[in-house]
């Protein structure tokens, strides 16, 4: 299947979201100021578990207890989807990404100085919300930028921002945290953010949004579709497996690899370019089969997990293999998004927004699934094989889908 065998439409097509003419060179720099937000949502997003220590401390609350502020940023990408794509689907597109990264800034700044660890659970929940709406709006806006067959490299490079993110935003930020506070952290955020409003702004030409459509009217056609909750699922479900090994990447490395504490960043730097690769092959891949890629890059992640649960005790020998973990999963993030994108129709504004809901979910189920296991007693190695068991069963709805499709079956 091709990215346009698998959909009735084709939104680059059918919805009025493209400019007028746009010069590669224009493109390019409106593109990479997409991307700046994207570095700036993924530097937020995953700091947080750098400065956990220093915020509990600081907070005077325990360690766990803190990390409840990391699932309070997750339920608000999860809720902020689906409202701010409802209202926001005739807005202007370059004028709902700059309302939304303002308002990053804003929370940002609300969790630097929150006086309680009630207000900064408040603070980061409300910083979630416009999370997975500017992914949304700016992956629309990039695939409006240039020709149809190069959507899906446009899109890979607004989300290489987050994945440049994990290597470089996030330890520059975690350590800004370590040596200044963790409040300078949140601080930073805010500046990032600012910054983007000022690229967006100075870059991305105006876009409109679809005066003939109503969030009603696309939320009906959007949740009324099959295809759309089977995309979501195989998001959420087989991506989970990534989740499922990231989160105890620190005791693996350490308790099983039987690796000092100085060696984990490594291991986490080894996630973080796995990302940035695994992003750029996705654009790359998406321009033979968004279909295609999204069951090659599931069954190249169930492998690469189960490689992953074997070189585990080995020490060194597990860094390719995170390297990899990444890398076939964030082809599956690129490709799930203009998957949506495809059959959500006109409704657009959603279907390039719900595909972070659905991966939020895949973290907390990863995550879950993972310390389910570990607490069962089978021991650190095992959420590697929790992970490829999603894997699988995210291939498995792929096709479902894949099935119903070609039977022509009505959403």
Same mark, same amino acid.
């Given at each position: 299947?091709?990215?346009?065998?698998?959909?009735?439409?084709?939104?680059?097509?059918?919805?009025?979201?493209?400019?007028?003419?746009?010069?590669?060179?224009?493109?390019?720099?409106?593109?990479?100021?997409?991307?700046?937000?994207?570095?700036?949502?993924?530097?937020?997003?995953?700091?947080?578990?750098?400065?956990?220590?220093?915020?509990?401390?600081?907070?005077?609350?325990?360690?766990?207890?803190?990390?409840?502020?990391?699932?309070?940023?997750?339920?608000?990408?999860?809720?902020?989807?689906?409202?701010?794509?409802?209202?926001?689907?005739?807005?202007?597109?370059?004028?709902?990404?700059?309302?939304?990264?303002?308002?990053?800034?804003?929370?940002?700044?609300?969790?630097?100085?929150?006086?309680?660890?009630?207000?900064?659970?408040?603070?980061?929940?409300?910083?979630?919300?416009?999370?997975?709406?500017?992914?949304?709006?700016?992956?629309?806006?990039?695939?409006?930028?240039?020709?149809?067959?190069?959507?899906?490299?446009?899109?890979?490079?607004?989300?290489?921002?987050?994945?440049?993110?994990?290597?470089?935003?996030?330890?520059?930020?975690?350590?800004?945290?370590?040596?200044?506070?963790?409040?300078?952290?949140?601080?930073?955020?805010?500046?990032?953010?600012?910054?983007?409003?000022?690229?967006?702004?100075?870059?991305?030409?105006?876009?409109?949004?679809?005066?003939?459509?109503?969030?009603?009217?696309?939320?009906?056609?959007?949740?009324?579709?099959?295809?759309?909750?089977?995309?979501?699922?195989?998001?959420?479900?087989?991506?989970?497996?990534?989740?499922?090994?990231?989160?105890?990447?620190?005791?693996?490395?350490?308790?099983?690899?039987?690796?000092?504490?100085?060696?984990?960043?490594?291991? !986490?730097? =080894?996630? /973080?370019? &796995?990302?940035? $690769?695994?992003?750029?092959?996705?654009?790359? +891949? *998406?321009?033979?089969? %968004?279909?295609?890629?999204?069951?090659?890059?599931?069954?190249?992640?169930?492998?690469?997990?189960?490689?992953?649960?074997?070189?585990?005790?080995?020490?060194?020998?597990?860094?390719?293999?995170?390297?990899?973990?990444?890398?076939?999963?964030?082809?599956?993030?690129?490709?799930?998004?203009?998957?949506?994108?495809?059959?959500?129709?006109?409704?657009?504004?959603?279907?390039?927004?719900?595909?972070?809901?659905?991966?939020?979910?895949?973290?907390?189920?990863?995550?879950?699934?993972?310390?389910? !296991?570990? =607490?069962? /007693?089978? &021991?650190?190695? $095992?959420?590697?094989?929790?992970?490829?068991? +999603? *894997?699988?069963?995210? %291939?498995?709805?792929?096709?479902?889908?894949?099935?119903?499709?070609?039977?022509?079956?009505?959403?």
């Amino acid at each position: 299947m091709t990215t346009t065998d698998t959909a009735s439409t084709d939104p680059a097509r059918t919805a009025p979201t493209r400019t007028a003419p746009t010069s590669p060179d224009r493109a390019a720099i409106a593109i990479l100021a997409l991307a700046v937000g994207g570095f700036t949502i993924g530097t937020t997003e995953f700091v947080t578990m750098g400065v956990l220590p220093d915020i509990a401390g600081g907070l005077g609350v325990s360690v766990p207890t803190a990390g409840h502020a990391i699932s309070a940023y997750a339920l608000g990408v999860v809720v902020g989807v689906p409202i701010l794509a409802f209202f926001g689907a005739k807005l202007p597109r370059r004028a709902m990404l700059v309302g939304l990264m303002g308002a990053y800034a804003a929370f940002n700044l609300l969790s630097a100085v929150a006086p309680t660890f009630a207000v900064l659970t408040v603070a980061r929940f409300l910083d979630g919300l416009p999370h997975g709406a500017y992914f949304g709006v700016a992956s629309l806006v990039a695939a409006g930028l240039v020709a149809p067959g190069k959507r899906g490299r446009a899109v890979a490079a607004v989300m290489l921002g987050l994945s440049v993110a994990n290597v470089v935003g996030v330890p520059a930020a975690t350590w800004l945290g370590q040596n200044l506070g963790w409040r300078a952290t949140y601080l930073a955020a805010a500046g990032l953010a600012l910054l983007t409003v000022a690229a967006v702004l100075a870059a991305v030409p105006a876009m409109p949004g679809n005066p003939e459509t109503s969030g009603r009217r696309e939320a009906r056609e959007f949740f009324g579709n099959a295809q759309v909750w089977l995309t979501m699922a195989a998001g959420a479900v087989g991506f989970g497996g990534l989740f499922a090994v990231y989160s105890y990447i620190a005791p693996t490395v350490t308790e099983v690899g039987g690796l000092g504490r100085g060696t984990v960043p490594l291991f !986490v730097l =080894a996630l /973080g370019l &796995g990302m940035v $690769a695994g992003t750029w092959l996705a654009g790359e +891949l *998406a321009g033979i089969s %968004v279909f295609g890629s999204l069951l090659g890059g599931g069954i190249a992640c169930g492998v690469v997990l189960v490689v992953y649960f074997f070189a585990a005790p080995h020490g060194w020998w597990l860094w390719p293999v995170a390297f990899l973990v990444t890398a076939t999963g964030s082809v599956l993030v690129v490709n799930l998004q203009l998957r949506l994108m495809d059959v959500a129709g006109n409704a657009v504004t959603l279907g390039a927004a719900m595909n972070h809901a659905a991966l939020n979910v895949a973290n907390a189920l990863g995550a879950w699934a993972g310390g389910v !296991v570990i =607490a069962a /007693g089978f &021991g650190y190695r $095992a959420p590697a094989l929790v992970g490829a068991a +999603l *894997a699988v069963l995210g %291939v498995g709805i792929l096709l479902w889908s894949a099935t119903l499709h070609r039977r022509g079956a009505p959403a």
